[in-house]
């Protein structure tokens, strides 16, 4: 399905994507300017991560960089407190089951209304797209007690379907919005042509706006993923007030900080240990994010 | 927990197998229309699905939020007080102050993580180690805002002039002989501000990238190489070709950043909790909210912060007509 063939961006002649200007000095500064600007984002995280292999008596009467210089004091009690802790493998799966229906659930329910939103002429389009858009500015905090007296008359607090529903309904806002501007700047003729040759508008959506899309979605998925499973405020409300064993991860690693007194030096552990799976995520829905894909080619 | 399994396989499967029935029997059921009403008819049954949460999850809440913003204090008998509420806002310093601070977030968070994510996805566009700087650039977006503050408090640590500095940036300063700077304790400039912007400059970046960086990658190849051959120096392929190509999605990454510039909260909270000149209105809802206890003024805030969106709303609606009579 990936491979659907545009005509635009069938010509054969594809050069490869390095710039024809080769000159040294140029490159030069390209690679000084990338390499500085990956040590400065990484330095933060590089000292989190050291820091979560130091003691806690180290950590509040040294900088981090001091692990490098005698005496070495690392140890792995920071991790073992935090994968000793009751519940984290529940917790970690529970945080799965939350995590994947919330992304796939707004992807799709997005995906419908985006294309609706950039392929199909209906009086209000632009205002509705409006309102939805500015819906992202709604504040979560608002819309918890509201929401919360209704789950409870319907019973469902405390299940994975509240939260399900609620990060679908959160999330759509920006979903609808990054979706609808993807699709809308697709090429008009490629769609334009289809219509001609009698394409109706689910054949249009399935053979064409969901494969030209796919950076998009991945880009979504990716967001979407790292919300919902970095979220503690809507699992604590939907869910925690209830019924704590359908708890998220977030949640267990709050309790560890605040049971164990300020520990705050776990949190460095905890958050690598949570920071696993988002970034394994990220590395696998890479490969989407190449030249060409809407083009339905493969990077050459 | 075998039982949860399942269901999450089933919702998982079931969910988007659903929708797409839906989306078949819709056209099945408007065959027997005429062609002027399954137009008409098609784009709403489309849209129902999403208009349906949406109504639910946050048109529904706002629309109690605004009448709840009319009323007093009390939750349990709430008298409707007019426009006290915002009487309130606009004549409050502290409130004023953090509509200040919000200002300075919007403009220098929006503008830097912009900024910088277009020039990291087109920096990165041109070297072989690509994947692993979007990695790194990435990287601060997966970590929860809890974690975060832990790493930016070991960042930004200040000691006393003097003693060992413990501090990242304080111990940089300290070997080429500047003197510890309160990084967060500095009403002065609001130099306590630009630093929580920083934090989240560094952690938004990635998410400007990555969208920039996706649109990037469908610029169809041919249109580079044509302005190269007719003799284009770099910049001007940059100028004259990427940044038009990319218009649409700035406008989209610069307005999600706005939003969340205007929503800033958590990092604000775990960090200074609004101390030093640093409060932003979303922090100013939640303490009236919890602290006070005063459900009317707090949803005074939150419909303040809506109204502010209009204008960002308007400038999208014209560039999206824009783009309707260019593609």
């Given at each position: 399905m990936t491979t659907m063939a545009v005509p635009e961006a069938s010509s054969a002649t594809r050069t490869p994507a390095?710039?024809?200007?080769?000159r040294r000095p140029t490159r030069l500064i390209l690679h000084l300017a990338v390499v500085a600007l990956m040590v400065i984002w990484a330095i933060p995280t590089i000292g989190l991560l050291v820091s979560s292999f130091r003691p806690e008596a180290a950590l509040s009467t040294?900088?981090?960089?001091?692990?490098?210089?005698?005496?070495?004091q690392f140890t792995m009690a920071n991790y073992r407190n935090v994968l000793n802790q009751a519940g984290i493998g529940q917790a970690f799966v529970n945080s799965l089951f939350i995590a994947i229906p919330a992304t796939v659930i707004p992807l799709f329910v997005a995906a419908f209304a985006a294309y609706a939103f950039s392929w199909m002429e209906f009086p209000g389009r632009d205002v509705l797209f409006v309102v939805v858009v500015g819906l992202l500015v709604v504040p979560l905090q608002t819309t918890l007690i509201p929401i919360l007296k209704l789950f409870a008359d319907w019973n469902i607090t405390g299940t994975f379907l509240a939260v399900w529903l609620a990060h679908t309904g959160y999330g759509l806002p920006f979903a609808v919005y990054l979706l609808r501007n993807f699709m809308g700047s697709l090429p008009k003729s490629v769609f334009e042509s289809a219509f001609m040759d009698g394409a109706t508008h689910v054949t249009a959506f399935f053979r064409l706006a969901v494969p030209m899309s796919v950076p998009a979605f991945a880009a979504l998925a990716i967001f979407q993923f790292l919300f919902v499973w970095n979220d503690l405020l809507v699992a604590l409300i939907y869910i925690g007030l209830?019924?704590?064993?359908?708890?998220?991860m977030t949640a267990t690693m709050a309790n560890l900080v605040n049971s164990l007194g300020g520990g705050w030096y776990f949190l460095g552990a905890a958050a690598f240990v949570s920071m696993l799976l988002p970034l394994v995520v990220f590395f696998g829905l890479?490969?989407?994010?190449?030249?060409?894909i809407v083009g339905g080619a493969v990077k050459g | 927990m075998e039982s949860q399994l399942v269901t999450a396989v089933e919702v998982v499967l079931g969910v988007p197998a659903v929708l797409i029935a839906y989306i078949w029997l819709t056209e099945r059921l408007l065959t027997p229309a005429s062609e002027r009403w399954r137009r008409r008819a098609r784009p709403w049954l489309w849209i129902a699905p999403a208009l349906a949460f949406l109504g639910f999850f946050l048109i529904y809440p706002t629309i109690r939020t605004v009448i709840r913003s009319l009323q007093g204090k009390s939750e349990l008998t709430p008298k409707f007080v007019g426009l006290d509420n915002y009487k309130w806002f606009f004549t409050n310093d502290d409130a004023l102050g953090s509509l200040l601070n919000n200002v300075l977030w919007l403009l220098f968070f929006t503008g830097f993580t912009v900024g910088l994510g277009l020039l990291v996805a087109v920096l990165v566009d041109r070297v072989r180690y690509e994947a692993v700087a979007k990695s790194i650039i990435f990287l601060p977006l997966a970590i929860s805002m809890v974690a975060a503050g832990v790493i930016w408090k070991y960042m930004y640590d200040y000691k006393p002039p003097g003693a060992r500095q413990t501090g990242t940036l304080n111990a940089l300063l300290g070997t080429v002989g500047v003197g510890p700077i309160g990084w967060l304790q500095s009403p002065g400039f609001r130099l306590s501000t630009l630093a929580l912007i920083a934090v989240m400059v560094w952690m938004w970046t990635g998410f400007a990238m990555v969208i920039i960086s996706a649109a990037l990658k469908g610029i169809p190849l041919e249109l580079l190489e044509a302005a190269r051959v007719d003799g284009a120096n770099e910049w001007q392929v940059f100028r004259k070709v990427t940044l038009p190509m990319l218009g649409p999605t700035l406008a989209v990454v610069s307005t999600t950043m706005i939003i969340t510039s205007l929503k800033t909260f958590d990092i604000v909270y775990t960090l200074t909790n609004g101390n030093y000149d640093t409060d932003v209105i979303a922090n100013l809802m939640i303490k009236e909210m919890?602290?006070?206890?005063d459900f009317g003024r707090a949803s005074a805030v939150a419909v303040v912060l809506l109204l502010a969106i209009v204008p960002i709303m308007a400038f999208n609606i014209r560039k999206f007509r824009a783009q309707e009579s260019l593609r």
């Open positions: 390095r710039p024809a200007a080769k040294s900088g981090w960089w001091h692990a490098f210089a005698p005496p070495y209830s019924n704590s064993d359908n708890l998220p890479q490969r989407y994010f190449v030249r060409g | 919890f602290t006070v206890g």
